[in-house]
């Protein structure tokens, strides 16, 4: 069985394996404090054009999301976030666990607006009862989206101008950063992301790591204290110099931006493939996610040999699938799925 139902089923990229290794029998010291987590830091600045921002390094996206929330934010306060948000389809109300409202707005492809987040803002500039309701404070996006689509560099310029216009912080989930990096058309940089958001991460549980998120603040205001945040959140990992070494691999030479970018061309061949035979797609993607409508025998048949993820009933006979490419997918692996789709 072949693996297209995530971005994280295998264990690391080789060149992090063998960093871990040549290392093994060095001694650091402890929670993040160390030289590995240093030297990751300035590596991944040196890309964001932003010599003052904080990095810190966590484990995972979820933790990174609600850790991140609870420590920006007010008791009173809430988060602005996309109806297929991660934070809130997919993380078990972990940030309502932190005492914080998710107020959910209507997704179109996975995005929303500028014009969607201040209609929401305005409506607590204007009410009578701002006592009696939570504060909008924060909008959280993903990049890409949990859809595989991309905010625009426009889009994401008019949602920053909102956000300074009405007080808000933008939050930006980077778990599959890489991947919207490296989508076909794109016009957004890695250092348009740090000038337009006041905090984000580089996912790197999803991105070729063993796990790990880079939580990067472009504003170190917003990350004063964050330390004690992390630890109180049980977030803080005592060897942390095995995230630093691995952030480090990433981005010292641009492997990150490399692996991600063919990942992404691999999809593009699922997609073509699926194209050429007619079968529709539920959206368009130009990430490593690809979100295809299915006839059900069809995708009884293709998962005889390969394994994909299951979106939703579309009516009696079809079904959504996603498939997703990674880091670890190789170009054979690609070759047999496009086979078995041009003999459909």
Not at 19 to 36: C, F, K, P, V
Not at 234 to 259: E, N, P, V
Request: net charge negative; aromatic share 12%; with cysteine.
């Amino acid at each position: 069985m072949i693996r297209f139902n995530n971005d994280y089923n295998h264990g690391a990229h080789p060149n992090i394996l063998e960093a871990l290794a040549a290392t093994n029998d060095e001694s650091y010291g402890g929670y993040g404090l160390d030289s590995w987590c240093e030297k990751a830091a300035l590596e991944i600045k040196k890309y964001l054009d932003c010599p003052e921002a904080i990095v810190h390094f966590m484990i995972g996206g979820t933790q990174v999301n609600f850790t991140v929330i609870a420590a920006a934010l007010r008791p009173y306060q809430s988060v602005i976030c996309a109806d297929s948000g991660h934070i809130h389809a997919h993380e078990t109300g972990a940030v309502e666990n932190t005492g914080h409202k998710i107020q959910v707005l209507p997704s179109k492809d996975g995005k929303i607006t500028a014009e969607q987040i201040a209609a929401e803002a305005e409506l607590y500039r204007t009410s009578g009862v701002q006592e009696h309701i939570t504060q909008p404070k924060m909008v959280y996006l993903s990049f890409p989206t949990e859809y595989g689509t991309v905010y625009t560099l426009q889009e994401l310029t008019e949602i920053h101008r909102v956000c300074r216009e009405y007080g808000l912080y933008l939050f930006i989930d980077g778990a599959r950063l890489g991947y919207g990096l490296a989508a076909d058309g794109i016009d957004v940089t890695i250092k348009d992301i740090a000038r337009l958001c006041d905090v984000f991460y580089c996912g790197g549980t999803k991105c070729g790591a063993l796990f790990g998120e880079a939580v990067v603040f472009p504003t170190p205001e917003l990350a004063v204290d964050f330390r004690s945040y992390i630890k109180q959140n049980g977030a803080m990992l005592a060897k942390g110099w095995l995230l630093g070494l691995q952030f480090y691999t990433l981005f010292h030479d641009g492997l990150y931006f490399d692996i991600t970018k063919k990942a992404v061309g691999y999809a593009m061949q699922i997609k073509q493939a699926f194209e050429e035979k007619g079968i529709p797609f539920y959206i368009e993607s130009n990430t490593n996610q690809q979100f295809v409508v299915l006839e059900n025998s069809v995708m009884e048949k293709l998962a005889q040999n390969y394994i994909f993820e299951y979106e939703l009933k579309v009516d009696e006979t079809h079904s959504c699938v996603r498939f997703c490419t990674s880091w670890s997918t190789k170009q054979e692996e690609i070759d047999a799925l496009v086979t078995d789709i041009r003999a459909l």
